[in-house]
C-alpha cells in the first residue's frame, strides 16, 4: 500500500513539474488565432461557469423591462458592444472572429446565461478573453438595461431596433490597438 501511495505522489510530481517546464519554455500556446485543446476547452469552459453562478448567485434584474429600457439598452450595446457581439444586420462582427474564446453572438444566438451571470460577467468581465469589465464605465443601472435587452433580443420595441438597424444612429464602439515594433 505505502508503495501504491508513494507511487500515486511521485506520478502527480512529475504531471506538475512537466507542465511547469512545458509552460516555462513556450510549449503551451496562448494564442488566440488557434483552437486551444479539448482538455483547455472543458477546463476553462467549466471555470467560467462556476465563477459565474458563484458570483451571480440568484440575482433578479433590478430594472423592469419596458420599452424604454430595452431602447436605452439598446443604445449602450450599440455604443459598448455591438463591435464584438455583432448587430441584427450583420451578426458576426469584424472582432468575433479575432478572438478565442469565441465571442457570443447575440443575434445569432441569444443568451444561454441566466440575467443574474449575464449582469456578474458583464460587471466583472472574463479574463483572457477579451470581455473587459463595464462597472468602472457604466451604472448598475444601466447594465441592468443591457441584461435586459439581452433577454429580449427576439422582441424589441421598434424604437430599439430603429437604433440597431443597418444604418445605426450611432456607429458602434470601434476598437484599436497599437502593438509597438521591435
Same mark, same amino acid.
Given at each position: 500500500?505505502?508503495?501504491?501511495?508513494?507511487?500515486?505522489?511521485? #506520478?502527480?510530481?512529475?504531471?506538475?513539474?512537466?507542465?511547469?517546464?512545458?509552460?516555462?519554455?513556450?510549449?503551451?500556446s496562448f494564442?488566440?488565432?488557434?483552437?486551444?485543446?479539448?482538455?483547455?476547452?472543458?477546463?476553462?469552459?467549466?471555470?467560467?461557469?462556476?465563477?459565474?453562478d458563484h458570483?451571480?448567485?440568484?440575482? =433578479?434584474?433590478?430594472?423592469?423591462?419596458?420599452?424604454?429600457?430595452? #431602447?436605452?439598452?439598446?443604445?449602450?450595446?450599440?455604443? @459598448?458592444?455591438?463591435?464584438? @457581439?455583432?448587430?441584427?444586420?450583420?451578426? #458576426?462582427?469584424?472582432?468575433?472572429?479575432?478572438?478565442?474564446?469565441?465571442?457570443?453572438?447575440?443575434?445569432?444566438?441569444?443568451?444561454?446565461?441566466?440575467?443574474?451571470?449575464?449582469?456578474?460577467?458583464?460587471? @466583472?468581465?472574463?479574463?483572457?478573453?477579451?470581455?473587459?469589465?463595464?462597472?468602472?464605465?457604466?451604472?448598475?443601472?444601466?447594465?441592468?438595461?443591457?441584461?435586459?435587452?439581452?433577454?429580449?433580443?427576439? =422582441?424589441?420595441?421598434?424604437?430599439?431596433?430603429?437604433?440597431?438597424?443597418?444604418?445605426?444612429? #450611432?456607429?458602434?464602439?470601434?476598437?484599436?490597438?497599437?502593438?509597438?515594433? =521591435?
Amino acid at each position: 500500500m505505502r508503495g501504491f501511495v508513494l507511487g500515486v505522489l511521485l #506520478t502527480l510530481i512529475a504531471l506538475v513539474a512537466g507542465g511547469w517546464w512545458c509552460l516555462n519554455k513556450g510549449y503551451i500556446s496562448f494564442a488566440a488565432d488557434q483552437e486551444p485543446s479539448s482538455l483547455e476547452q472543458k477546463v476553462a469552459m467549466s471555470a467560467v461557469d462556476i465563477w459565474a453562478d458563484h458570483g451571480a448567485g440568484n440575482q =433578479k434584474n433590478p430594472s423592469p423591462v419596458t420599452d424604454n429600457s430595452l #431602447t436605452a439598452g439598446a443604445q449602450i450595446y450599440m455604443d @459598448h458592444c455591438a463591435g464584438c @457581439h455583432g448587430l441584427p444586420s450583420k451578426p #458576426t462582427s469584424q472582432f468575433a472572429v479575432s478572438f478565442y474564446p469565441p465571442v457570443p453572438e447575440f443575434f445569432s444566438e441569444a443568451p444561454d446565461m441566466s440575467d443574474a451571470q449575464n449582469f456578474f460577467i458583464i460587471q @466583472h468581465g472574463i479574463r483572457w478573453t477579451g470581455m473587459p469589465a463595464w462597472n468602472k464605465t457604466l451604472s448598475d443601472s444601466q447594465i441592468s438595461q443591457v441584461v435586459g435587452f439581452l433577454r429580449n433580443t427576439r =422582441k424589441l420595441p421598434a424604437t430599439a431596433l430603429k437604433i440597431l438597424g443597418p444604418e445605426p444612429a #450611432t456607429p458602434p464602439m470601434q476598437m484599436h490597438m497599437t502593438i509597438p515594433m =521591435k
